[in-house]
């Protein structure tokens, strides 16, 4: 631990040299650090399972799948991440006995990532597990998740990360 805030101390040399955009600097390293440490408390969590957030993620999805079962082309669009990073952790969540690849009924081009019932019972241990360090942010009010959650869902749309839903 230090005993001054860096982030802190890199605003004040931004504006001792007046580098403009100071804000966004300083919110964005913030960003960038709280990234590290979410990442690092959710990853702790999910150690008991041999797990990392990637791989939970994709339990997940397969897991609130209509079928249990989805290409892994479709897997990276909804997870955001390379068609490399889903087969990675495919194979990974493949090996544990997780998930199982199956051939799409019509498509025989196509490879599915299916869960099993192995997969369905440690994503609902995971998730629990995740609940009770509240995704590492535990300490922060409904109402700071909230603004914080909007802050940068506004940030993701405006980079085009999805399009806006009528409601």
Do not use: C, Y
Request: no cysteine; proline share 4%.
């Amino acid at each position: 631990m230090l005993p001054f805030d860096p982030i802190s101390e890199a605003r004040r040399n931004w504006e001792a040299n007046e580098w403009r955009a100071i804000d966004a600097m300083s919110a964005a390293t913030s960003i960038t650090r709280a990234n590290q440490l979410v990442i690092g408390r959710i990853n702790e969590a999910l150690a008991p399972f041999d797990l990392t957030f990637s791989r939970f993620e994709a339990l997940a999805l397969l897991h609130f799948s209509r079928r249990g079962s989805l290409p892994l082309g479709k897997m990276g669009n909804r997870l955001m991440v390379h068609p490399t990073s889903v087969t990675n952790a495919i194979d990974r969540l493949e090996r544990d006995g997780l998930v199982r690849r199956v051939p799409h009924a019509d498509d025989r081009r196509t490879v599915l990532a299916e869960i099993s019932d192995e997969g369905r019972r440690v994503v609902a241990k995971a998730a629990d597990a995740l609940a009770d360090i509240e995704f590492g942010l535990a300490g922060l009010s409904a109402q700071t998740l909230g603004a914080l959650d909007n802050a940068i869902r506004t940030l993701r749309k405006d980079a085009g990360d999805f399009a806006e839903q009528a409601e």
